[in-house]
């Protein structure tokens, strides 16, 4: 079974972006190997803490099963958590975090969010 994952990434490579700021989304559909589904841009409406308006973000993510970004406030976790979505809080590189998923078996394990 292949996970749809979402990496907040300004310029593709590295997870560097907070969720309520966030303007590039990189797309990857995670299995036993990842394929690069594409480049997703959001408006990003939240200049540091934000109390809910996420609809625009969910609805450019409505797909993805999990969220990587480099923080992330407790209501708009909740709200993602809320929607069925795993999030997790990381910095690196992309390909390094779907390296790990892979090598790990993520998705075969029960995982909570990491928030």
Same mark, same amino acid.
């Given at each position: 079974?292949?996970?749809?994952?979402?990496?907040?990434?300004?310029?593709?490579?590295?997870?560097?972006?907070?969720?309520?700021?966030?303007?590039?989304?990189?797309?990857?559909?995670?299995?036993?190997?990842?394929?690069?589904?594409?480049?997703?841009?959001?408006?990003? %409406?939240?200049?540091?803490?934000?109390? #809910?308006?996420?609809?625009? /973000?969910? *609805?450019? !993510?409505?797909?993805? =099963?999990?969220?990587?970004?480099?923080?992330?406030?407790?209501?708009?976790?909740?709200?993602?958590?809320?929607?069925? %979505?795993?999030?997790?809080?990381?910095? #690196?590189?992309?390909?390094? /975090?779907? *390296?790990? !998923?892979?090598?790990? =078996?993520?998705?075969?394990?029960?995982?909570?969010?990491?928030?």
């Amino acid at each position: 079974m292949s996970y749809r994952v979402g990496f907040a990434s300004i310029d593709g490579a590295v997870v560097d972006e907070h969720f309520g700021s966030a303007r590039y989304w990189q797309i990857y559909d995670i299995d036993a190997k990842e394929t690069f589904v594409e480049t997703r841009k959001t408006a990003a %409406k939240c200049a540091g803490h934000c109390e #809910g308006g996420f609809d625009h /973000i969910l *609805a450019v !993510l409505d797909d993805c =099963d999990a969220l990587f970004v480099s923080r992330i406030g407790e209501s708009a976790a909740a709200v993602m958590i809320a929607k069925g %979505k795993r999030v997790f809080e990381a910095q #690196g590189a992309v390909e390094d /975090i779907i *390296a790990e !998923l892979i090598e790990n =078996d993520y998705w075969s394990m029960s995982h909570g969010s990491d928030i």
